[in-house]
C-alpha cells in the first residue's frame, strides 16, 4: 500500500492532473477542492503528506496551512502554487516544501519522495 | 461764459478805449488779432453788436446771445464783466480766430471773434471775405491800400490772389510762410512757380480755374500733396472767381495736416483700440502697438522699441519698429498713407510675419524707486543729459540715440506692463501736448490689449502644463492598467495551461491506456475552450466593436437568452423566471451585444446563488425615464465596500477575470442607457438597466429583430 496523499486544489482539471500523475508514482491520492474540506479531512483520516495550493477561493491555502498545522503539527504539507511570491510571506515557511506549480511535476514528486523517505 | 465752445473776443478800437485795451490784453495771444486793433477802425458798440449778432447764423445755439446782450449792457455802463477768458486760456490754444468786416462804406469797421469751431468758422470767415470783395468792387482804390493788406494778413490762413494771367498780385505773410517764399519777391509769380507743383497737377488747377465761370466758386477737400521736403501733406483749397481788376482769383489755402491727423488719430485710435482687445497673440499686437506709434498718418514717430516686463521686474526689449536712415525713412514714409495705414492694421492685425520683427534684446531693470514714484504713470518726453535725469529713465533713453525721446508706460489695471520708447531721430519733430495726450489714452489701450493676450498667453502655457501632466497620468495608468491586464490573464491561463500540459505529459508518457488517454484529452479539449473564453473576454472589453443598432423587441432578446442560461441554472439548482412586460415598443439596440448584457447578469446571478440554489428572475417594463430591464436574484447579496467595484475592470468577487459587469456597462452606456444595482444581504441583488426610449421617426433604419 503507497503512502496516502491528500491534494487540496480548487481547478477541478489540475486536481484529476495530480491525482492520475501521483498515481502513476504509486500513492494513493485523494483530492479536495477547498481549506475547510481538507482540514476536515486531515482530522478524520490523516494522509503521510498533504500538496496544497494557496490561491482559492474562500479560505485561501495559507490559513488552511495554519490550520492543519493546529491540528497535526507533524503532518508535512507541501505548497504548490501558481506564484512564488507566497515564498515571501512567513507562515509558507511551516510547509516541509514550496513548489511552483507547473506542468512538469517533476520537482513534486522528487520533493514528496524526499519528505516521504524520512 | 458756460458754453465752452464759444469764446468771444472783440477788438476794436471803439469810443470806449478801455474795454478795447482790457479784451486785447486777453486776446494778445491769438495771432492775427493785434493787426485788427492797430486799425484805423471805428465804430459804435451798438452798431457793432448788431453787426455781429447778424453774423451768427444761430447765436443761442453757440450761447453768445445772451453774453452779447449782457455785454452791451455792461458796456452802456462803462463797465467791464470779469470774462472767463483767462480761465479759458488752455482752450484759447485750440480756438482759431475769425475776422469779419462789414460795413465797408466809406469808415472801416473791425470786429474779430473767435471760438472753437475751426472748420466752419474759418469757412465763414472766407465767405466774408469773398463778400466784401464781391460787394465793394467799385471803392477798390484807396479801400484796397489800407484795408485789404491788412485783412490779407490777418486771415489765418494762406491766401493768395491771382491775376488773369495766373501770376500772384497778391499773398499774404502765411501763404510765403508755408510755401517758403519772399514776400518781397512773390508778386508777379506764375502760380506754378509759388505752388508745390504735386499740388497743381493733383486737380490740375490750371485748367480748374480757367474753366470757372464768372463769380464761381469752387474748393477742394482733403488734397494731398508733397511740401517739397518729402513730406507728405493735406490741405483744402477753396478758390473764387471775382470780377475786380487784378484780383481775378483768391485762392484760400488751408494745411490741414495736423488736423486731418487728428481726426485721424481718433478715429485709428478707436479702430484700434477695438482691434486690439480682440487679438490674443502678443506679437502681433505688439506689432500693431508699434506701427501706431510710428506710422506717418498715426502717431508719427520716427521709431519705436518696444519693452515689456519680465517676472523678475526687468524691462526687456520685445520688438522694435522703425528705419535706420533718414532715406528708409523716407520711403517708409511716403508710401504709407491713411487708408493704407489701417488696411496695413487690419492686416497685420490677422495675419503676421514675424520676420519683420527688430529686436536687439536690451534689458533695463526697474528699481522699486522709479514704480512707486509715479513717473512711469503718464508719457513723459525725456530730454537727455538733463541733470536730475531718473537713472532709469535714462537708461530707457538710450534705447534711442536721439536727443529727445518719449517714454511711454502701458499700464493695465495699475500695473506697468512695459513701455515704449520712440523717438523723432530723423524730422526733430517736437513732441506736443497734444501729441502726449492723444499718446496717453492709446497707451491705456495698448495697455489693456497687452494684458489681455498676456493673461491669455498664461492661460494657454497653463493649459499646455495641465494637459501635459494629464497626459503622464493617463501614460501611467494605462501602463498601470497593462500590468493589471497581464496579471490577471496570467493567473487565469496558469491553471488550465497546469492542466493542458501534465495531462499531455501523462499522454506521451503512456498511452497504453486508451479510456484513460480519452478521459486526459477531454480534459484537455475543456481546458483550452476555457482559454479560448477568457481570451474572448478580454478581447470583448479591450477592443469591443461598434453596437449595431436595429429596432429590436428587448422582450425577445431576453428570452432567447435566458433559454440559453436554463441548463446552466438547473444544475446550480436556480429556477429562471421572467416577468415582462407586454407590448413593449421596438428598442433602438444591438441585439448581439444586449444578449451578452443578459447572459452576463444572469450568469453572475446564477453564479451568486451557485451553494444555496433559488430564483433568477428577469423583469422589462416600461418607465418614466425609458425601458426598464431587471435581473434578480435570490443569493446572499453584495457587500456595501464591494458595490463601489463590481462594475470596474478585473473586479471579481467569485475568481475568474472579473470582466463581465465591466463588459455589461459598457455596453449600457454606449446604448445611451444606465445601469445600477441594489442589494440586500441575505435576500438578494437586483441589476437595473434603463433604455432610453427613442420613437422610431426619429431614429434611422428599419425595425429589424422582431
Known amino acids: 500500500m503507497g503512502k496516502r496523499l491528500l491534494v487540496v486544489e480548487d481547478d477541478e482539471s489540475e486536481g484529476l492532473y495530480y491525482k492520475l500523475a501521483l498515481e502513476r508514482e504509486g500513492y494513493t491520492v485523494d483530492v479536495v477542492d477547498n481549506a475547510d474540506d481538507a482540514l476536515a479531512y486531515v482530522k478524520e483520516n490523516p494522509p503521510d503528506a498533504v500538496v496544497l495550493d494557496i490561491n482559492m477561493p474562500g479560505k485561501d491555502g495559507i490559513e488552511a496551512l495554519g490550520e492543519i498545522m493546529a491540528v497535526n503539527p507533524e503532518l508535512p504539507v507541501v505548497i504548490n502554487t501558481a506564484y512564488s511570491a507566497y515564498k515571501d510571506n512567513f507562515m509558507t515557511w511551516s510547509a516541509v516544501a514550496y513548489v511552483v506549480k507547473s506542468s512538469d511535476i517533476s520537482e513534486l514528486k522528487e520533493v514528496l519522495a524526499k519528505v516521504l523517505r524520512g | 461764459m458756460r458754453d465752452p465752445r464759444a469764446a468771444l473776443i472783440v477788438l476794436l478800437r471803439a469810443k470806449n ?354 514704480l512707486s514714484s509715479g513717473l512711469l504713470r503718464s508719457p513723459v518726453v525725456v530730454r537727455k543729459g538733463r541733470e536730475g535725469l531718473d537713472p532709469t529713465l535714462a537708461r530707457l533713453a538710450s534705447c534711442s540715440e536721439a536727443e529727445e525721446v518719449v517714454v511711454l508706460p502701458l499700464i493695465a489695471r495699475e500695473e506697468l506692463l512695459g513701455v515704449i520708447v520712440a523717438d523723432n531721430v530723423f524730422t526733430h519733430r517736437p513732441v506736443t501736448e497734444e501729441l502726449i495726450r492723444m499718446l496717453s489714452t492709446f497707451a491705456s489701450q495698448a495697455g489693456m490689449a497687452v494684458a489681455n493676450a498676456e493673461a491669455h498667453r498664461k492661460l494657454r502655457d497653463a493649459y499646455s502644463h495641465i494637459k501635459e501632466a494629464q497626459d503622464h497620468l493617463v501614460r501611467a495608468e494605462r501602463l498601470a492598467a497593462i500590468g493589471e491586464v497581464a496579471a490577471r490573464v496570467a493567473h487565469e491561463i496558469r ?33 483550452v475552450s476555457r482559454l479560448e473564453r477568457i481570451l474572448k473576454n478580454v478581447m470583448d472589453f479591450t477592443a469591443p466593436g461598434h453596437p449595431e443598432f436595429v429596432w429590436t423587441d428587448l422582450n425577445r432578446v431576453v428570452k432567447e437568452t435566458a433559454v440559453l442560461l436554463t441548463p446552466e441554472a438547473e444544475r446550480a439548482e436556480v429556477s429562471v423566471h421572467c416577468d415582462l412586460s407586454p407590448g413593449l415598443p421596438p428598442t433602438w439596440l444591438d441585439p448581439g451585444q444586449m444578449k451578452q448584457v443578459v447572459l452576463n447578469l444572469g450568469r453572475n446571478a446564477v453564479q451568486a446563488m451557485q451553494d444555496t440554489g433559488g430564483e433568477l428572475r428577469f423583469a422589462t417594463c416600461p418607465g418614466e425615464e425609458g425601458l426598464i430591464f431587471e435581473v434578480s436574484d435570490t443569493g446572499p447579496g453584495i457587500e456595501e465596500r464591494e458595490l463601489e467595484e463590481i462594475f470596474n475592470p478585473f473586479y471579481s468577487l467569485r475568481g475568474g477575470l472579473g470582466l463581465g459587469l465591466a463588459i455589461v456597462r459598457k455596453i449600457v452606456e454606449e446604448h445611451g442607457g444606465e445601469i445600477s444595482v441594489r442589494t440586500v444581504p441575505g435576500r438578494g441583488t437586483t441589476f437595473r438597466v434603463v433604455l432610453p426610449l427613442r420613437r422610431e421617426d426619429e431614429m434611422p433604419g428599419r425595425r429589424g429583430h422582431g
Not at chain 2, 487690419?346 to 534684446?361: F, G, I, M, N, R
Not at chain 2, 495551461?497 to 479539449?525: H, N
Open chain 2, 17 to 370: 478805449e478801455e474795454i478795447a485795451d482790457r479784451w486785447t490784453d486777453a486776446a494778445s495771444e491769438v495771432p492775427g488779432f493785434k493787426a485788427i486793433t492797430r486799425g484805423e477802425y471805428k465804430v459804435g458798440i451798438k452798431d457793432f453788436l448788431s453787426l455781429f449778432l447778424a453774423h451768427i447764423e444761430d447765436p443761442e445755439e453757440l450761447g453768445l446771445h445772451d453774453l452779447l446782450r449782457r455785454l452791451a449792457e455792461r458796456c452802456r455802463k462803462a463797465r467791464i464783466p470779469e470774462p472767463d477768458l483767462v480761465r479759458g486760456r488752455n482752450m484759447l490754444r485750440r480756438i482759431l480766430t475769425e475776422t469779419l468786416l462789414r460795413e465797408f462804406a466809406g469808415e472801416p469797421s473791425g470786429l474779430a471773434y473767435m471760438y472753437n469751431r475751426l472748420d466752419r468758422e474759418l469757412e465763414r470767415c472766407e465767405m466774408l471775405f469773398w463778400q466784401f470783395f464781391r460787394r465793394q468792387p467799385r471803392n477798390m482804390g484807396q479801400m484796397w491800400r489800407t484795408l485789404s493788406e491788412k485783412i490779407i494778413d490777418t486771415i489765418p490762413t494762406a491766401l493768395v490772389i491771382l491775376d488773369g494771367n495766373l501770376s500772384v498780385c497778391r499773398a499774404n505773410e502765411r501763404f510765403c510762410e508755408r510755401f517758403g517764399l519772399d514776400p518781397g519777391e512773390v508778386v508777379g509769380m506764375p502760380l506754378e512757380d509759388v505752388l508745390p507743383a504735386s499740388l497743381v497737377e493733383e486737380v490740375d488747377l490750371e485748367k480748374a480755374l480757367e474753366d470757372m465761370g464768372r463769380e464761381a466758386y469752387r474748393e477742394w477737400r482733403d488734397l494731398p500733396y508733397n511740401d517739397g521736403q518729402g513730406m507728405e501733406r493735406m490741405a483744402e483749397l477753396r478758390v473764387r472767381r471775382m470780377d475786380v481788376p487784378d484780383v481775378r482769383y483768391i485762392l484760400v489755402l488751408r494745411d490741414v495736416t495736423e488736423h486731418t491727423q487728428q481726426l485721424y488719430q481718433l478715429r485709428m485710435l478707436h479702430q484700434i483700440g477695438q482691434a486690439m482687445q480682440h487679438t490674443l497673440d502678443l506679437d502681433r499686437l505688439l506689432h500693431a502697438i508699434l506701427t501706431c506709434v510710428t506710422a506717418g498718418p498715426g502717431f508719427g514717430f520716427n521709431r519705436a522699441v518696444l519693452l515689456l516686463m519680465d517676472e523678475q521686474g526687468v524691462l526687456e526689449e520685445r520688438m522694435r519698429v522703425g528705419p535706420g536712415t533718414p532715406e528708409e525713412a523716407r520711403r517708409t514714409w511716403s508710401k504709407i498713407g491713411y487708408k493704407e495705414l489701417r488696411d496695413y492694421l487690419t492686416a497685420s492685425l490677422s495675419s503676421w510675419e514675424p520676420q519683420k520683427v527688430k529686436c536687439s534684446h536690451l534689458r533695463v531693470p526697474l528699481d522699486e524707486g522709479l
Open chain 2, 495 to 527: 491553471n488550465p495551461l497546469v492542466s493542458i500540459g501534465g495531462f499531455a505529459r501523462l499522454i506521451s508518457k503512456d498511452p497504453s491506456d486508451p479510456e484513460a488517454v480519452r478521459t486526459m484529452a477531454g480534459v484537455i479539449v475543456r481546458e
